[in-house]
């Protein structure tokens, strides 16, 4: 077995184990997650990701089964890592590549982490309009996210696959990023509302499939009349998982602005989408407050995707994805400290 293998095996062995203890920690009792609950939980998946981040500086180069000078410029020419290899010295080649894989991931995970708060934006009026007790968001959140990881899996590796054979895709996303930049500045003031009975899902839903009027609980489907009918919560579920689709259209062309490796892009992707869920029930009753944090994320995706457009100038310019990280980080700093220092006024938005 090869030691690329082992590596993508033990990381979904590890999510694996994860998601199960997290079900039989949470799932076996229907109560709210409390605020320490909540923080713990972030504590430990951000934890996790820099213990994982250690790891990659450690061993990233098995990750690609590195294992010659050879091998090491086959690599670095495929993923675009546009590192300065100096022949003959493996080595120093690896450590470089290490510390290279080590920044893009810690930096990718930065960006989806960012992003993921826009998700929640949109997951608390989900909730909100369909009346879901703060009891049953766990179930309805560790089950979204779940099919969430499937899903970003098919489309990382897919993103992948089209630009290794086509690069000049990564000029559409980074067009694609900055028209989604500009539009959510333009409408960063506009009121989401969610309509139960006349959203998309419910009305596909309602169509083909035998719908319980009411909640059960926490349960998806209930049996009446030895019939089969899914719940109103089942349909929240559904729009959770479209929503994330939806919103995988932004993440996953920002995250290759940072590395075209598919294995950095997936870690970076799934450790951000499973501390999504701790960081939800953290921001739920305070998400409100960070009201710049739009045109914050705004700023970020009209930065990636010109740094998309402009990536055969991104060398000469010396913006190297040290200096990249440090720029989302104060975009992310300044749109939440002025949040906080120049609070939304009573009737007025940002």
Same mark, same amino acid.
């Given at each position: 077995?090869?030691?690329?293998?082992?590596?993508?095996?033990a990381? +979904?062995?590890?999510?694996?184990?994860?998601?199960?203890? *997290?079900?039989?920690?949470?799932?076996?009792?229907?109560?709210? $997650?409390? #605020?320490?609950?909540?923080?713990?939980?972030? /504590?430990?998946?951000?934890?996790? /990701?820099?213990?994982?981040?250690?790891?990659?500086?450690?061993?990233?180069?098995?990750?690609?089964?590195?294992?010659?000078?050879?091998? &090491?410029?086959?690599?670095?020419?495929?993923?675009?890592?546009?590192?300065?290899?100096?022949?003959?010295?493996l080595?120093?080649?690896?450590? &470089?590549?290490?510390?290279?894989?080590?920044? =893009?991931?810690?930096?990718?995970?930065?960006v =989806?982490?960012?992003?993921?708060?826009?998700?929640?934006f $949109?997951?608390?009026?989900?909730?909100?309009?369909?009346?879901?007790?703060?009891?049953?968001?766990?179930?309805?959140?560790?089950?979204?996210?779940?099919?969430?990881?499937?899903?970003?899996?098919?489309?990382?590796?897919?993103?992948?696959? %089209?630009?290794?054979?086509?690069?000049?895709?990564?000029?559409?996303?980074?067009?694609?990023?900055?028209?989604?930049?500009?539009?959510?500045?333009?409408?960063r003031?506009? =009121?989401? =509302?969610? *309509?139960?009975?006349?959203?998309?899902?419910?009305?596909f839903?309602?169509?083909?499939?035998?719908?319980?009027?009411?909640?059960?609980?926490?349960?998806?489907?209930?049996?009446?009349?030895?019939?089969?009918?899914?719940?109103?919560?089942? %349909?929240? #579920?559904? !729009?959770?998982?479209?929503?994330? &689709?939806?919103?995988? $259209?932004?993440s996953?062309?920002?995250?290759f602005?940072?590395?075209?490796?598919?294995?950095?892009v997936?870690?970076?992707? !799934?450790? /951000?989408?499973?501390?999504? @869920?701790?960081?939800f029930?953290?921001?739920?009753?305070? !998400?409100?407050?960070?009201?710049? &944090?739009?045109?914050?994320?705004?700023?970020?995706?009209?930065?990636?995707?010109?740094?998309?457009?402009? /990536?055969?100038?991104v060398?000469? !310019?010396g913006?190297?994805?040290? @200096?990249?990280?440090?720029?989302?980080?104060?975009? #992310?700093? +300044?749109?939440?400290?002025?949040? %906080?220092?120049?609070?939304?006024?009573?009737?007025?938005?940002a």
């Open positions: 077995m090869s030691s690329e293998l082992i590596f993508i095996s990381f +979904i062995a590890f999510i694996l184990i994860m998601l199960s203890l *997290d079900l039989g920690l949470f799932a076996k009792t229907d109560k709210a $997650v409390s #605020l320490k609950q909540a923080g713990i939980m972030s /504590a430990v998946w951000v934890t996790l /990701a820099l213990i994982f981040y250690g790891l990659i500086l450690q061993f990233g180069h098995l990750l690609h089964h590195v294992d010659s000078f050879t091998a &090491l410029q086959q690599i670095n020419e495929k993923n675009f890592h546009h590192l300065k290899l100096i022949p003959g010295n080595a120093g080649g690896l450590e &470089l590549y290490r510390k290279n894989l080590g920044l =893009e991931f810690i930096t990718g995970y930065v =989806e982490y960012a992003l993921s708060v826009d998700n929640i $949109v997951m608390v009026l989900v909730f909100t309009a369909f009346g879901v007790s703060p009891r049953h968001y766990h179930k309805v959140l560790f089950w979204g996210i779940l099919g969430a990881v499937l899903m970003r899996f098919a489309f990382i590796f897919l993103g992948s696959t %089209l630009i290794s054979h086509f690069h000049w895709v990564l000029y559409i996303f980074g067009a694609f990023l900055v028209y989604t930049g500009v539009t959510m500045f333009i409408n003031n506009q =009121e989401d =509302e969610i *309509d139960p009975e006349n959203h998309r899902v419910v009305k839903a309602s169509k083909y499939f035998a719908v319980h009027p009411q909640f059960e609980g926490s349960k998806f489907f209930v049996k009446i009349d030895h019939k089969k009918l899914i719940t109103p919560l089942f %349909l929240v #579920l559904i !729009i959770i998982e479209v929503t994330d &689709l939806v919103f995988a $259209v932004d996953i062309p920002a995250i602005s940072i590395t075209k490796d598919p294995y950095i997936f870690f970076s992707n !799934i450790f /951000a989408i499973l501390g999504l @869920r701790s960081m029930f953290l921001l739920v009753n305070i !998400i409100d407050k960070f009201h710049y &944090l739009k045109v914050g994320l705004s700023i970020l995706l009209a930065f990636i995707g010109l740094k998309m457009l402009a /990536a055969e100038y060398d000469a !310019i913006l190297t994805t040290g @200096r990249s990280l440090l720029i989302i980080l104060a975009i #992310l700093v +300044i749109s939440v400290a002025s949040s %906080l220092i120049f609070p939304k006024k009573e009737g007025l938005k």
